[in-house]
């Protein structure tokens, strides 16, 4: 069902001789992954290593009152056991990157836990040996004594006055708070003729890339310059970061991105091992390899998800939705990381969705517990809001009698009115919806998944103890934060484009669809263009891959170096073949005159005409790249439908899905194959967090889905076959390229038309994820006692 | 602990070293004979990213010891294309499909399914979901892999098969 643009579309848009932009081009980044060939950290390796392992706590609340390591540091291959004592005094926290509130600060990580442990698998030492098995044994032999005492799980407790404080200094475990109101709430509650009242609860899961974080760190002895491998997401950022912990210059430290094995918002943040490990390699003057295992990713990468909402609808009897008032927790975990208060302001930002409400009021409280710190994963923050929203419309449309999708379509917000302003801001920022057909997605996401036989099927008898739904389940995702990026196009002499962008690769395919923009835009063979990013060494700015904003700002910043290079290369070889730059285009590798394209000159002797030697004789700069940044103040929103029909067995709880429909959005789709193997891998995420994963703790604050036995991510013989539509009907205004993210519109709402299904199955309403076969079989039994 | 000789094939080629008895046969694929197309996703047997062949079966090498395999013949992700480059029927149809995203995954999915397909035949959805459950994925849904190993299997039981484009999915 992927929309492939037609040659008549491309051939409109003119200018130049090759049109990639919305083709499903194969993917540049496959042959070495595919052949064994590709390198990913711990592929890498370097003479005389010494390998670190990490040694965690085994408590969640615990004063560490001594550490004696000298048994270990007696034993054949180990040489440094490093604690908190060992780190630079007093210890540098890990810093937020974004989204900071007051009082955070008091919040943050040490690299190693300085005298307390807050969360089961925080970081106490380090063992660094002559191979990693030498490390993890003497883990045994580190005497460590732990006066423990009581954790505190639940934020709705931690809130209370009498629970112990996580950060006494701080005076409180409220990490933050968040209010938005607008309109007027009172007045449209007074005025209702039915509210929705309900507590609804998100449970904790995350990204669990499959590649496990590793990290290689070198000291090059000659010029006291490190370089660290392994970096991802947002290098740059993290060199910053990273030389103000060591006290080093930034151009004294070279992060370098290499294949990159999944990140969906995990991956690549700045953890406490992101010091650790270069901190170990300057210390000891030998390069340091650190590789997690499963074990430790699942307890130490940041968690995501976990939210509890009390929200209240005020409706028309009509149907007309008149206002929604929410408060909620997000348990952050031990401390606030990089991410500051992403999750819970892209929830409070973001819950109204695309419907045009009277009024809106939230109440987001973040807060501290003794659990993994938390932090962003796939649609961070609205698969929450989109799972509490779309849940309440469903339990509103049941008590009205109301078709659910003809409830929402009365309520969405017309394209007449964009853009429309929200009256909500993210980090301060107002939140405009910039560009939308809400409507006429709605008829085609319905039709898409074919709503109106699916409600047949539905009513058909499916056997005994099973039962059919049907949900849908509509979103506005959000695209491209931190607003700006950097990129350099150029020609070599052999007349090859080489992009460097500061955009990265977790995976997804970006060389591949940059190189896509640069191809269209420069007019040269995307076979020709190479995309080169991740090495501070070689691309000197840049803001990397998160929200949804690689393709969208990256794209556009390539988009502007390309045309000037155009510009430029056709003024070269204007003067060369004395022609008029407007009688030129470029036609594989070379300029030609349009019309006449046996005159012409290669693009490889225009890049060797520009070397320094031959273009100062002349008196021209030298070079032939341009350079450009692209800064987009606002976001661009694009905006979908989920829709599913399942059915349920009641006696043993599992779910089937019968079928999946995705409709989105995107303003245009670069690469359509690839926009579509993002929706459905995002709808994956999704299920899993739906229906099987979940970050289960004891009461004692241990984590017990510690394993791929316990975290149960979705495999072949789970997953449905997923129906997308991709949908080009509102370019975004605020990119030249109308582009928005596509990243995370496939996660967005998967918990909350399955919620919403089974819900339609049951005859009950489910308000907490995930819905595991205990809580189906749970939501089948109150049913019937009902 | 007493270090054993040991001589492993792989890929046709003899790896004689001498090594700890506790060695995982995933370290010394990728840290002794340094074929690190063989990735290690869990370390406990899950995730499937490690699997190799061993005497042509596919085995998860993060759950056997390197000494298991003397004597034995591997075969990794290395092995799969011809020497000229050329791709296996079952790389190929994955670049063609979009069978991967990260990539990560991708060497134990390939070396899980070869021998499958090694049967020559059209296999249905169904069959080929039951194949590929034993390897997590966290990119792609599995959707294109499933389209994948069709195009694969079609191509390779020959059933006019060069021609065949990748399904959509009922």
């Known amino acids: ?786 | 602990m007493n270090n054993r000789k040991v001589s492993i094939e792989i890929n046709g080629r003899t790896y004689d070293r001498e090594i700890e008895p506790r060695l995982l046969l995933s370290d010394f694929i990728r840290h002794e004979a340094g074929l690190t197309g063989t990735h290690v996703g869990c370390e406990h047997g899950v995730c499937g990213a490690c699997t190799v062949q061993l005497d042509g079966e596919p085995v998860r090498s993060c759950l056997t010891l390197a000494v298991q395999a003397e004597g034995h013949s591997l075969r990794t992700v290395e092995d799969l294309a011809q020497e000229d480059g050329t791709l296996h029927p079952l790389q190929q149809a994955f670049h063609e499909c979009h069978g991967l995203q990260c990539g990560f995954c991708t060497p134990g999915f390939l070396m899980s399914l070869e021998p499958l397909l090694a049967e020559a035949r059209d296999f249905d959805e169904r069959e080929i979901r039951e194949a590929l459950a034993g390897n997590l994925c966290r990119c792609t849904g599995y959707q294109n892999i499933v389209a994948s190993v069709r195009l694969a299997a079609a191509r390779m039981a020959g059933s006019g098969a060069d021609e065949t484009e990748p399904k959509e999915p009922e």
Not at chain 1, 155 to 170: C, F, I, K, N, V
Not at chain 1, 222 to 230: D, I, K, N
Not at chain 1, 726 to 739: F, H, K, R, S
């Open chain 1, 1 to 786: 069902m992927v929309d492939s643009r037609s040659d008549a579309d491309a051939s409109s848009r003119g200018g130049t001789s090759e049109r990639v932009i919305g083709l499903s081009v194969l993917r540049k980044e496959d042959l070495p992954l595919l052949t064994g060939r590709s390198c990913f950290v711990d592929d890498l390796n370097r003479p005389d290593a010494l390998h670190a392992a990490i040694l965690r706590s085994p408590r969640a609340a615990a004063r560490i009152a001594s550490i004696d390591a000298s048994a270990a540091l007696a034993e054949p291959g180990v040489v440094d056991v490093i604690t908190s004592a060992d780190l630079p005094q007093p210890v540098a926290r890990i810093p937020m990157r974004m989204y900071p509130l007051p009082g955070m600060e008091l919040l943050l990580q040490p690299p190693l836990a300085d005298g307390v442990v807050r969360y089961s698998g925080e970081p106490v030492a380090v063992v660094i040996a002559e191979s990693r098995y030498a490390a993890e044994d003497v883990f045994d032999l580190i005497d460590i004594v732990y006066e423990p005492h009581e954790a505190v799980l639940d934020p709705g407790l931690a809130l209370d006055p009498r629970s112990p404080l996580l950060h006494p200094e701080a005076g409180s475990n409220l990490a933050g708070e968040i209010r938005i109101a607008w309109g007027d709430v009172e007045a449209a509650f007074a005025e209702a003729d039915l509210t929705v009242r309900e507590r609804l609860s998100c449970q904790r899961h995350g990204a669990v890339p499959l590649e496990p974080r590793g990290l290689l760190a070198e000291l090059e002895p000659r010029s006291g310059r490190l370089t660290v491998w392994g970096a991802a997401k947002v290098v740059h950022t993290n060199r910053r970061i990273l030389a103000r912990l060591l006290g080093l210059p930034e151009d004294q430290v070279r992060l370098v991105e290499l294949d990159v094995g999944g990140g969906f918002g995990g991956r690549g943040e700045f953890y406490p091992e992101d010091f650790l490990i270069p901190f170990c390699a300057v210390r000891h003057g030998r390069p340091v390899a650190w590789t997690e295992d499963r074990e430790e990713n699942l307890r130490a990468l940041n968690h995501s998800r976990e939210q509890t909402h009390d929200v209240e609808l005020a409706l028309r009897s009509d149907g007309t939705l008149l206002a929604m008032r929410d408060r909620f927790t997000m348990n952050t975990g031990a401390y606030v990381r990089t991410h500051g208060s992403v999750v819970p302001g892209m929830t409070a930002a973001l819950l109204p969705g695309p419907y045009a409400w009277r009024a809106y009021e939230c109440v987001a409280h973040q807060v501290v517990t003794n659990k993994t710190p938390a932090g962003t994963y796939r649609a961070p923050g609205r698969y929450e809001a989109n799972f509490i929203r779309e849940r309440m419309i469903d339990i509103a449309a049941r008590r009205l009698d109301r078709d659910p999708a003809d409830l929402r379509r009365q309520n969405l917000i017309g394209p007449e009115l964009m853009p429309y302003s929200v009256g909500t801001h993210t980090d301060g920022h107002p939140v405009v919806f910039d560009s939308g057909d809400y409507p006429l997605l709605l008829d085609k996401g319905l039709a898409c998944f074919g709503y109106e036989e699916m409600l047949r099927w539905r009513t058909e008898n499916p056997g005994p103890g099973r039962r059919r739904g049907v949900g849908v389940g509509y979103f506005v995702e959000k695209s491209g934060i931190a607003r700006w990026e950097y990129a350099r196009v150029g020609v070599g002499s052999d007349g090859g484009t080489i992009v460097h962008v500061g955009s990265a690769s977790v995976g997804q395919g970006v060389d591949t669809v940059l190189a896509q923009v640069c191809a269209e835009t420069l007019g040269v063979p995307y076979d020709a263009v190479t995309v080169r990013h991740g090495d501070t060494d070689s691309v000197p700015e840049g803001m990397g891959a998160f929200g949804s904003r690689a393709s969208m700002l990256g794209g556009s910043a390539i988009a502007r170096a390309a045309e000037a290079l155009r510009a430029r290369l056709l003024e070269l070889a204007a003067e060369r073949l004395e022609a008029s730059p407007g009688d030129l285009t470029i036609e594989g590798d070379r300029v030609i005159v349009r019309g006449s394209p046996a005159v012409g000159v290669p693009l490889g002797e225009l890049a060797a005409s520009t070397h320094a030697g031959a273009a100062l004789s002349r008196g021209e700069d030298p070079g032939l790249e341009e350079e450009a940044y692209f800064d987009s103040p606002d976001m661009a929103f694009p905006y979908g439908l989920h829709c599913v029909a399942l059915e349920a067995d009641v006696d043993t709880g599992a779910v089937e899905i019968h079928r999946y429909a995705v409709t989105y959005d995107v303003g245009r789709a670069i690469n359509p194959k690839l926009v579509e193997g993002q929706i459905v891998g995002g709808v994956a995420q999704g299920f899993g967090g739906a229906l099987l994963e979940e970050f289960a703790y004891d009461e004692t604050g241990q984590l017990v889905a510690g394993s791929f036995m316990d975290y149960l991510m979705p495999t072949a013989g789970e997953m449905p076959n997923v129906r997308v539509e991709i949908t080009e009907d509102a370019p975004t205004p605020l990119n030249p390229l109308g582009v928005k993210g596509a990243g995370e519109g496939g996660t967005a709402a998967a918990g909350a038309v399955i919620a919403n299904a089974l819900s339609d199955a049951l005859g009950n309403e489910a308000k907490t994820l995930p819905l595991t076969p205990e809580r189906v079989v749970e939501l089948a039994r109150e049913r019937r006692a009902a």
